[in-house]
T-cell receptor, first 112, second 113 residues
Framework: GENVEQHPSTLSVQEGDSAVIKCTYS??????FPWYKQELGKRPQLIID?????GEKKDQRIAVTLNKTAKHFSLHITETQPEDSAVYFC???????????FGQGTTLQVKP | GAGVSQSPSNKVTEKGKDVELRCDPI?????LYWYRQRLGQGLEFLIY????????KSGLPSDRFSAERTGESVSTLTIQRTQQEDSAVYLC???????????FGSGTRLTVV
């Protein structure tokens, strides 16, 4: 069935370093890949998304790359700051329904 | 409204009781989703509404779970005869068309004791 694997489950970096979170998906019909940030006790918030017709998208310190052949996509955060500390979720969908299949999450800790 | 609103924010119930969780989507959003998030886990899809019809109910874990939606407005998720494994945060999301760009509510934290 549909599945999204996310790694690592926890990630600790020093402030200013880069962080990379990777996801693989099983459904080859997936064509939409959003990333959500969830701070403790709060709702998930969309931070960036990518559609299958592009290989990379950037928004300030955040970028996402997609390799459709290998069925994996990654989130890159540069110049990390303590306020980047949160749980990050990747997700995939076919787009025609919007039903998202989520990864298990990565807890990112940015140490000052 | 300005955002997706869910109520109650917290609910403690005794095992075996029924509960109703409410979601008010953003005005004009035709698509509405329910997800469940167990402690320390990812989000599990439960059900998707387009208007007041539910084209995808594949995530509902058992027949104790049901949901309905009035037009393109409020949705209620009902859990009958609650079990301890139902304890989780239930998140609702809405989007304009259903394809992209969800906005999540703050969730209802359900604790079954």
């Amino acid at each position: 069935g549909e599945n999204v694997e996310q790694h690592p489950s926890t990630l600790s970096v020093q402030e200013g370093d880069s962080a990379v979170i990777k996801c693989t998906y099983s459904d080859s019909a997936s064509n939409y890949f959003p990333w959500y940030k969830q701070e403790l006790g709060k709702r998930p918030q969309l931070i960036i998304d990518i559609r299958s017709n592009v290989g990379e998208k950037k928004d300030q310190r955040i970028a996402v790359t997609l390799n459709k052949t290998a069925k994996h996509f990654s989130l890159h955060i540069t110049e990390t700051q303590p306020e980047d500390s949160a749980v990050y979720f990747c997700a995939a969908s076919r787009g025609n329904t919007g039903k998202l299949i989520f990864g298990q999450g990565t807890t990112l800790q940015v140490k000052p | 409204g300005a955002g997706v609103s869910q109520s109650p924010s917290n609910k403690v119930t005794e095992k075996g009781k029924d509960v109703e969780l409410r979601c008010d989507p953003i005005s004009g959003h035709t698509a509405l989703y329910w997800y469940r998030q167990r402690l320390g886990q990812g989000l599990e899809f439960l059900i998707y509404f387009q208007g007041n019809s539910a084209p995808d109910k594949s995530g509902l874990p058992s027949d104790r779970f049901s949901a309905e939606r009035t037009g393109e407005s409020v949705s209620t998720l009902t859990i009958q005869r609650t079990q301890q494994e139902d304890s989780a945060v239930y998140l609702c999301a809405s989007s304009l068309t259903g394809f992209y760009g969800y906005t999540f509510g703050s969730g209802t934290r359900l604790t079954v004791v």
